[in-house]
C-alpha cells in the first residue's frame, strides 16, 4: 500500500479482517464505499441498522443523490470520494492513497456531520478539498470513469490500458462522446471534463501517459493495481443517452459484446 501523505512511502502489513455480520447502532460514524451497483442494497440495510448514525457515502454516483442513497435520510448523509485506488487479488490488497479527499460542503442540517468527517480524515492527516457542488462534481467523475471503462473493455483490462500509448486519446474521444449526455442533465463540465473534452486526443495521450500517469507514478499504480470488472459505468450512460434519443457510437460498441449489452 503506498501513503502519500507525508511524501510516498510504502507499507507491507499482515492485517486480520473481522467480518461483523450486523451492525449495532453505537458507531460515530459509518463510512460506506462499493460498487455501485452495490449501493441500492447497502443503503437499503443501513435504513434499519444505522439507526441514527451518520453515514459518509464514498462512492462513485451518476444517478440523483437523493434517490441513490433511499430510504436513508439525506439529513443523515454526506457525500464525498476518497483519492485512492488499487485492488484485491490472492488476499492481498494493493493500491495505495493520496492526501487529498473530496467532501461536499455541508448542506443544511448537515453540518455537524460535516465537523465529524472533517476532523476524522484532519486527525489522520488528511487534506480535505470542499466541493460546493456534490452532483455535479460526481456527474462528470462517473462519466469520466465510463470514457476509461470504454477502453478498458476494449483493451482487457485496466493494467493493459495503460500499455497502450493511444489508450487516452480513445478516453478523451469517449469523453467527447458523452459531453451532450452531461449537458442534458444540466451538468456544468468540471476541470477534468474540459482537460479531456478539450486538448487535442493525440497531446492529451501524451500528457496522461507522461505526465498523470507516469511511470512509477501513485495514480499509474491505482491502475495497474485495479482488477475490478469494468462495463457498469458504461452500461449507466448508455442507458441514460438511449432515454433522451442520444447517439453513443463509441460506448455502446464497447459494451455490446459484454453481459451488460441486454440490459441496455
Known amino acids: 500500500m503506498w501513503d502519500a501523505r507525508k511524501g510516498k512511502k510504502l507499507i507491507k502489513e499482515s492485517w486480520s479482517v473481522k467480518l461483523h455480520e450486523e451492525i449495532l447502532p453505537n458507531y460515530d460514524l459509518i463510512i460506506v464505499s462499493v460498487n455501485t451497483e452495490q449501493l441500492p442494497k447497502a443503503a437499503q440495510f443501513l435504513s434499519t441498522a444505522a439507526g441514527n448514525t451518520p453515514v459518509l457515502i464514498f462512492n462513485n454516483l451518476w444517478q440523483d443523490l437523493k434517490a441513490s442513497i ?12 476518497p483519492g485512492a485506488g ?18 461536499e460542503k455541508p448542506r443544511a442540517g448537515t453540518e455537524p ?4 468527517v472533517k476532523e476524522c480524515f484532519e486527525s489522520a492527516h488528511f487534506n480535505i478539498r470542499w466541493v460546493k457542488d456534490m452532483q ?61 473534452t478539450k486538448i487535442p486526443p493525440v497531446l492529451l495521450g501524451t500528457i496522461f ?17 485495479n482488477n475490478s470488472k469494468a462495463g457498469f459505468a458504461v452500461l449507466e450512460v448508455v442507458r441514460e443517452a438511449k432515454k433522451t434519443g442520444i447517439p453513443l457510437p463509441r460506448l455502446t460498441m464497447a459494451i455490446e459484446n459484454t453481459e451488460y449489452a441486454k440490459e441496455i
Open 136 to 196: 455535479n462534481w460526481l456527474w462528470n467523475h462517473f462519466a469520466m470513469n465510463a470514457a476509461m471503462e470504454t477502453e478498458v473493455l476494449q483493451r482487457g483490462s485496466f493494467p493493459a490500458l495503460m500499455n497502450h500509448s493511444d489508450s487516452f486519446s480513445n478516453v478523451g474521444l469517449n469523453m467527447r462522446e458523452m459531453i451532450p449526455v452531461l449537458k442534458a442533465r444540466g451538468a456544468k463540465l468540471d476541470a477534468i471534463s474540459h482537460l479531456l
Open 86 to 103: 488499487g485492488g484485491i487479488a490472492n488476499n492481498r490488497l494493493r493500491g495505495g492513497f493520496l492526501k487529498m479527499v473530496f467532501l
Open 209 to 225: 501517459n507522461k505526465v498523470i500517469f507516469a511511470k512509477g507514478s501513485i495514480p499509474r499504480l491505482f491502475m495497474e493495481y
Open 113 to 116: 456531520i460535516n465537523q465529524l
Open 70 to 81: 433511499a430510504p436513508l435520510s439525506m439529513n443523515n448523509v454526506v457525500f464525498g470520494f
